[in-house]
Nanobody
Framework: QLVESGGGSVQAGGSLRLSCAAS????????MAWFRQAPGKEREFVAV????????YYADSVKGRFTISRDNAENMAYLQMNSLKPEDTAVYYC??????????????????????WGQGTQVTVSS
């Protein structure tokens, strides 16, 4: 089970930190990711991190502004979002792939690659 928190409303240029709490399963070997979905749009990939924090990959739209991380001891994943823009407004979802083998970044940008999903947390950025 994945539960997101930390969403909210912020002005452009501000920051938010999203958290994803995992329970059940062997979280420490899962690949963890964040996706987002804006109204009327398809769900899109944001960032992914390998189980050992050794590999990370970001969508071009957030590169340099967002940072994905995880704490395996606490079964937590995070998304630090800085320099937020109105176009970052969306529901943000945490996702997990239970296969510990890293399959390359192209695999993980596809939402169908993930086994588990959270319920989402709303992020609203005003101009």
């Amino acid at each position: 089970q994945l539960v997101e928190s930390g969403g909210g409303s912020v002005q452009a240029g501000g920051s938010l930190r999203l958290s994803c709490a995992a329970s059940g399963g062997t979280f420490s070997v899962y690949t963890m990711a964040w996706f987002r979905q804006a109204p009327g749009k398809e769900r899109e990939f944001v960032a992914v991190v390998k189980w050992n924090n050794g590999l990370r990959y970001y969508a071009d739209s957030v590169k340099g502004r967002f940072t994905i991380s995880r704490d395996n001891a606490e079964n937590m994943a995070y998304l630090q979002m800085n320099s937020l823009k109105p176009e970052d407004t969306a529901v943000y979802y945490c996702a997990a792939d239970s296969d510990e083998i890293w399959r390359g970044s192209s695999y993980y940008i596809d939402s169908r690659s993930y086994t588990y999903w959270g319920q989402g947390t709303q992020v609203t950025v005003s101009s």
